[in-house]
């Protein structure tokens, strides 16, 4: 579990400063590849944390990072019925996927650095 959760948080950390490095330097469609790669690798991600039961406490910030989601989700399959909304769920997601990813590796940074530690090393 360690070992994933090193490469997950790792994974997520590069590909966003990359996707967002490289955009800033070619101007072109790389920023939007990013936001489906980064994107794509945190769904995988959440997806195995869920499956696994890993740090997913109910009240936990991946519990609830989860809802959000799950309420996203939601909201795009009745966007599929109702075309405004569906419009303006991509807007609002068009602004606020980057700070998602940046949090959701936040997240996963702090599991791996913080609450993996064994006890005595949180101590100080």
Same mark, same amino acid.
């Given at each position: 579990?360690?070992?994933?959760?090193?490469?997950?948080?790792?994974?997520?950390?590069?590909?966003?400063?990359?996707?967002? !490095?490289?955009?800033?330097?070619?101007?072109?469609? &790389?920023?939007?590849?990013? /936001?489906?790669? =980064?994107?794509?690798?945190? =769904?995988?991600?959440?997806?195995?944390?869920?499956?696994?039961?890993? @740090?997913?406490?109910?009240? %936990? *910030?991946?519990?609830?990072?989860?809802?959000? =989601?799950?309420?996203? !989700?939601? !909201? *795009?399959?009745?966007?599929?019925?109702?075309?405004?909304?569906?419009?303006?769920?991509?807007?609002?997601? !068009?602004? &606020?996927?980057? @700070?998602?990813?940046?949090? /959701?590796?936040?997240m996963c940074y702090k599991e791996v650095y913080e609450k993996?530690?064994?006890?005595? %090393?949180?101590?100080?």
């Amino acid at each position: 579990m360690k070992k994933f959760k090193q490469i997950d948080a790792w994974v997520s950390i590069i590909g966003i400063i990359g996707f967002a !490095l490289v955009s800033m330097i070619r101007f072109d469609a &790389t920023f939007i590849i990013g /936001y489906f790669a =980064v994107g794509a690798w945190q =769904v995988v991600s959440m997806l195995v944390h869920a499956i696994n039961g890993w @740090f997913c406490e109910k009240g %936990s *910030a991946r519990y609830n990072y989860h809802w959000v =989601v799950a309420v996203i !989700l939601v !909201l *795009a399959l009745l966007g599929m019925a109702i075309y405004p909304l569906l419009f303006i769920l991509l807007i609002a997601l !068009l602004f &606020t996927a980057p @700070f998602m990813a940046i949090g /959701y590796a936040s997240m996963c940074y702090k599991e791996v650095y913080e609450k993996m530690q064994r006890p005595l %090393s949180q101590l100080k």
